[in-house]
């Protein structure tokens, strides 16, 4: 359980600074709910997280959508866009990206990295396990946006930064 006085409620656009960070709570494109009763009953969000030495832009769960250009303009440019590109079905285009829409949305966010994220941790759609990253990488390759695809689990820093693309996941 987390303590009461540790959570902090935002609705979109608002923020809370803890020194130099800066979390924002951003729109992002879902359905909220986990029981037949509470259906869109809470915002689904993305988010920023703004440093004086960073800029990162987590998607979360979300579709592609015109929020993302929005976002771009208000608060990019990001040094680092981590957006959903898996579990993808056309029954799901709210909800979840297509690696294309992925690559798209990094660079809507005006993104000088861009990395996959809600892939190979389950299977919900009855795409291929790897084919989300495998696509999105060679989309990003093919538009000019550097695609980080670090082995799951494995640290970023600045020093490693172009050193964490690689096709680990051709291995399993």
Known sequence: DVEEQKIIEMNWEQSYKNNDLEFVCLPARHFSGRGPLNRNSTLWSS???????????FSGDSGYGMHLSKIGEKHGPFDISLIDCGQYNLA????HMFPKQAVT??????SKYFMPIHWGGFILALHP???????????????GLNCLTPKIGSIISKETLDKNSNEWWEKY
């Open 47 to 57: 988010w920023a997280i703004k440093s004086s030495v960073i800029k990162i832009y």
């Open 92 to 95: 799901w285009k709210y909800s």
């Open 105 to 110: 949305a990094a660079i809507d966010l005006k």
């Open 129 to 143: 396990w790897d084919e989300p990253v495998k696509e999105s990488k060679k989309i990003a390759e093919e538009k």
